[in-house]
């Protein structure tokens, strides 16, 4: 019986876990091989060797999602990866945050950034961020850095409780600015994460 070449690279070939950085969520499964690793090792973006396709296959190259390198560890029996990587975008090919269908964990900045941008969009008179939107962003702008302003000086005098205060006012004014800017947490995440990246 002789043994394709799809079936020799196949035996070959070890599975990768995909696991987000932060959250240590479980973003799929896929496999690699030799060569696979090294690209990845040397472009820091997961590079997978496709079974279907029958080729190396960088998540992303079609999408732009890719999977931004953070760490690379091998089991204790040198058999399996996993692979810590910020995603760009969803994983899953089918538009799901991971494989396995589950959604993005979002902390509460970013459910408040959901309410900002629902304030933004269904303007209330009631509303004290609609209110905000309606000044203009040269007004959201100042709130910013009098709110800036109050932290420096609150962390100066020792001042934890106040400093708590005047942060959690900060980060609210400063996601109402984002959203006048139509831009939000997950553009400044990208840009730190390109940052550290680089190092």
């Excluded at 496999?31 to 992303?60: C, D, H, I, P, Q």
């Excluded at 205060?165 to 139509?182: I, K, N, P, R």
Aim: glycine share 6%; aromatic share 6%.
């Amino acid at each position: 019986m002789t043994i394709s070449k799809l079936e020799t690279m196949n035996s070959q070939l070890t599975p990768a876990i995909i696991q987000h950085a932060q959250t240590n969520q479980v973003l799929m499964l896929g496999y690699m091989n030799e060569e696979s690793m090294e690209r990845t090792k040397a472009e820091a973006k997961v590079t997978f060797f496709s079974r279907s396709k029958n080729r190396l296959w960088t998540k992303g190259e079609t999408s732009g999602n890719f999977l931004n390198v953070v760490s690379i560890q091998e089991d204790c029996d040198d058999d399996t990866y996993l692979i810590k990587v910020m995603p760009e975008g969803d994983t899953c090919h089918k538009g799901t945050y991971t494989c396995f269908g589950e959604k993005e964990p979002a902390g509460f900045l970013h459910e408040l950034q959901g309410v900002i941008q629902s304030r933004k969009d269904n303007p209330s008179e009631k509303s004290y961020t609609n209110e905000l939107f309606q000044k203009g962003t040269k007004k959201i702008a100042q709130k910013v850095g009098e709110e800036a302003t109050e932290v420096i000086l609150e962390a100066m005098d020792n001042k934890k409780d106040l400093l708590i205060e005047e942060s959690s006012d900060l980060l609210y004014h400063f996601l109402v600015l984002l959203a006048d800017q139509g831009l939000k947490l997950e553009d400044v995440e990208a840009k730190l994460m390109e940052r550290h990246l680089k190092k």
